[in-house]
């Protein structure tokens, strides 16, 4: 039987998501506490990656096993021995052809950035920090020319693996809630740092630092040299994969309601 589940983590206390010889990692802990709860070895293949520091409302797993328990009891029973940063947030059974990476029709991230002449204190660790006041309509009005399909080289981490820099982003929504602001990425499938190498420069282009059509001049050298710094992972958020209507995998959890 082949299984889904959807994981919520904070990542600042993680080496990111992918299982590693040394470090501290979510997928370790996730297999780890699995394994536990089914008293064998349990392996699962994730949607999308994390780095250091990325947290998670809805990453997507699926992994096959032999045993018959109650779908309630792999979300409870693997929670049991999990740390407080994790949690299963439901269990699904799929088909036998299900893949959490390659039955994706695209991804989901959100990130969220406060904007305040103080540097964030409960929330540190969870969203991202800009002192300067930020122009929305330059950030919207620049966000916009990278929609549609292109080549991001220039967003794309020279540690990047993905085979191609094209990449079809399908919308980047920017809203704001107080002293709060939240950029809602949807993409085919993201490369390595796209997001915060976008989030640099469209805070640049916020502050003043840039003027808006600069945003189509970084997109077009295709040169990670021409963008700004990347931003800080702390206030990105892995909302998650999304798949076609027969596989019945949930989009939303409740760790999606807390944010702005």
């Known amino acids: 039987m082949r299984l889904a589940l959807g994981v919520s983590y904070r990542g600042g206390a993680y080496c990111g998501w992918q299982r590693q010889p040394t470090g501290l990692t979510v997928q370790g802990c996730v297999e780890k506490a699995l394994s536990c709860f089914a008293d064998r070895p349990v392996e699962v293949t994730c949607a999308g990656r994390t780095d250091t520091g990325v947290h998670a409302l809805n990453q997507v797993v ?5 045993l018959d328990r109650e779908i309630v009891s792999w979300v409870r029973g693997t929670n049991r021995y999990l740390p407080c940063d994790i949690a299963i947030q439901w269990c699904s059974p799929v088909a036998d052809d299900f893949h959490a990476r390659f039955s994706a029709r695209g991804r989901r991230y959100v990130y969220v950035l406060r904007e305040s002449p103080v540097r964030p204190a409960l929330e540190s660790g969870l969203v991202g920090w800009v002192f300067r006041p930020l122009d929305g309509p330059a950030m919207q009005h620049a966000a916009q020319t990278l929609v549609g399909e292109h080549d991001f080289s220039a ?12 990449k079809h982003l399908k919308a980047l929504d920017i809203t704001r809630s107080g002293a709060y602001w939240r950029f809602d990425f949807d993409a085919s ?25 600069w945003m189509s001049q970084v997109l077009a050298s295709r040169s990670r040299d021409c963008a700004a710094p990347t931003f800080a992972a702390e206030g990105l958020y892995f909302a998650g994969a999304y798949y076609e209507p027969h596989h019945p995998i949930p989009s939303h959890t409740p760790a999606h309601d807390w944010l702005p």
Do not use: K, W, Y
């Open 155 to 166: 967003f794309r981490s020279s540690q990047c693996q993905a085979l191609s820099p094209v």
């Open 189 to 213: 499938a993201f490369l390595h740092h796209m997001v915060r190498n976008i989030m640099g420069c469209l805070v640049s282009i916020g502050s003043g630092a840039h003027p808006v059509p």
């Open 62 to 66: 699926h992994f096959d096993t032999e």
